[in-house]
């Protein structure tokens, strides 16, 4: 039987129609408590979800569909290392790299043995390369890494590394993703072969993006480095779960980091494919960053559901989307060092919840996973904000902001200056401005305006649902957090809809047609295989 005839889905779907779906969040603020009781302290992270069209009735009704879903199991499951992915047989163990198996338990505790063994190889291979006794083909210190990988294997460090930009490191990062190579060569062309290295990143080892992007790294060492052995031995890392194919592919045992398929791709920064970030932020602080997340695993393992930040915006989420109509998410953080956060919440909640058949393999009868997008707030008030204040879809938004920033000097503006704290309030400012507008519409309009809206076409609707998540500043720790959060926000919501978030069956079709479509470029011939429209499209580009 579908979740949507269950009787906690039936007793919200009559709470929404009896009015609850038609409340004003205005009307709901009358209750001056309201702020303070719809929120949560959690050590350096603050969550703010009053901006909800939700009431005490809505919160009882969803938890009551959290405990039908059997959803404490499910949590249990996850933190001990069960099959949680069934379509291949594996568990989620991301929990379990965190913080030495701290809030883990069962099969989680069971590898943290294989999990210290490898981080103590990552941490000398980081302690090496930062401290310049990596040394390239020609005897020189290694300044540049430059991380080939794409997905899982590259946002999660891209996303992380931009987020603690104001920590100083030894060595220029920089991250090649997309297939087209326009990365490639505009990257390379300002690197140097002799102080350059590649970590080559890909949990599979067989994606194509990756493998061919490395190719053409190897041709351009190649360039000035003869011997094959040596390229390699100095210029190449690999990171994935295939160690055979890494070796195949020419990389040296000692020059191989293995994470395992336990881990998901999405899910996978905290093993080391995020080498990048300890190569930014040093071992010691890559740590504090798995600490963050495991402060979150504690929190989600262990508080009650009613006070579980991860169970509460994973369950508001999906009143607002199957009881509110609400299909679309924005991700908005007020601070331009998360400019990549948006993306990586892209991957970890579309590739994990955009689905359709539930763990039986049946056809979901409701909807699932919103499109979520997003931008750096500020700028996206210049970009897409006027769609949120007056378009026809409605849209829930994550406000995300620190409240302080520790970095004024890192831009040689120090505090006396004034004009970066300037700025940060600004920031702070437009954050709660937005959020609050969104909510309150015409109501936000102060009255000694209000004669200037006066217009159909300055009608603000307002009602648009809203969290905001402070964090006390960004820190290796505050990212391990929220980065947590999300990846159990994401887990709740699979348990509520029935679907399993560890697996991608959808992406993988695409990859095996471009292969087709790849030779009919190379010989049109085969094009006659396809369909007008393809065919049409590959004759104009050879
Ligand atoms: O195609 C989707 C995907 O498999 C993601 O799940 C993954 O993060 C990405 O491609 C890269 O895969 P890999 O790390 O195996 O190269």
Redesign the pocket.
Known sequence: MGVEKSSAWKALLEHSNAGASSQKLMDLFKDESRSERFSIDLEEMFLDYSKNRITDQTLELLLDLATQQQLPNWIEKLLSGEEVNDTEHRSAMHAALRAGGANVKGKAKDVQVQIETEFKKMSLIVEKIRSGHWRGFSGKPITDVVNI?????DLGPLMMTNALQTIKSPINLHFISSIDGTQTSNILKNLNQETTLFLL???????ID?LSNAETAKDWLAEVVDDADTLLSQHFIGVSTKPDMMSEWGIPKDNQLVFWDWVG??YSMWSTIGLPIALQIGMSGFREMLEGASVMDKHFGEAPLSRNIPVLMGLIDVWNINFLGIHAKAILPYDARLKYLPSYFE?LVM?SNGKSVNRSGEKVAYKTCPILWGEVGPNAQHAFYQLLHQGTQPVMCDFIAPVERDDFDAHGLTEKEGSLRYQHELALANCFAQSRVLMLGDAAIPDAIKAQFDSPFKHYPGNQPSNTILLKSISAKTMGMLVALYEHKTFVESVIWEINPFD?WG?ELG?LIAKETHAAIKDTKKAEEFDASTQGLIKRVI
């Open positions: 990988g794409v997905g899982g294997s990143a890909s949990k599979s080892f067989t994606t990756t791709g999405r991957q590739e991608q992406v990859k």
